[in-house]
Nanobody, 115 residues
Framework: QVQLVESGGGLVQPGGSLRLSCAAS????????MGWYRQAPGKQRDLVAR???????VYVDSVKGRFTISRDNAKNTVYLQMNSLKPEDTAVYYC?????????WGQGTQVTVSS
């Protein structure tokens, strides 16, 4: 029942920045947590960042200091600000929501870091 729509992906040079957006069909407070995952071709889908309903955040070590997850409660939207992008950040980025024991996924948005 939770629908998620990502936007903001694209092609960026190494060292550049992008901001991803995830619009949810329900209040962010109605889910336990929201986050961003990424999946490169031939690799598993890995957690990038997560924000819990209380506002606490977690990040994978490889993006700490470069990525920031935030939210706009009035817009039911979660953001991922990505700075100092590296080629290894290239992947499809998926928005994720967790409610009770269920996971919900957006369609994904492509991020390509290349010169």
């Amino acid at each position: 029942q939770v629908q998620l729509v990502e936007s903001g992906g694209g092609l960026v040079q190494p060292g550049g920045s992008l901001r991803l957006s995830c619009a949810a069909s329900v209040s962010i407070f109605s889910v336990n947590a929201m986050g961003w995952y990424r999946q490169a071709p031939g690799k598993q889908r890995d957690l990038v960042a997560r924000i819990f309903s209380g506002g606490n955040t977690v990040y994978v070590d490889s993006v700490k200091g470069r990525f920031t997850i935030s939210r706009d409660n009035a817009k039911n939207t979660v953001y991922l600000q990505m700075n100092s992008l590296k080629p290894e950040d290239t992947a499809v980025y998926y928005c994720n929501a967790v409610k009770l024991s269920s996971h919900y996924w957006g369609q994904g948005t492509q991020v390509t870091v290349s010169s």
